[in-house]
């Protein structure tokens, strides 16, 4: 199976943003360091909503934080990356848990 953010060798591709007179130095510089960044790349092949979910499955790994069932409010939700993996963790497709996010 081939890996569209990796080359022929194995190495990661980089991605180079044109220079547009519409962009900041610091936009053009923003958007290179996400079409670049491996985390951006798996989730979305993963279906998470933002790289931000990786951290918390992360802590859950290290410290067994969320459990079945239950009841999680996020507060400063968007883009909802935390969200989504604790839904799955707490059983919230299955009719267990409940959250409740704010933004």
Known sequence: MTNPT???DGRPLKV???NARSRTTSSQ???QR???DPYVARARREGYRSRAAYKLIE???KAHLLKKGMRIVDL???PGGWSQVAAKKIGLEEGRGKIVAID
């Open 34 to 36: 996400q079409l670049n």
């Open 16 to 18: 180079r943003v044109k």
């Open 76 to 78: 400063g939700a968007a």
């Open 6 to 8: 990796r080359g022929p």
């Open 59 to 61: 802590m859950d790994e």
């Open 29 to 31: 510089k923003w958007l």
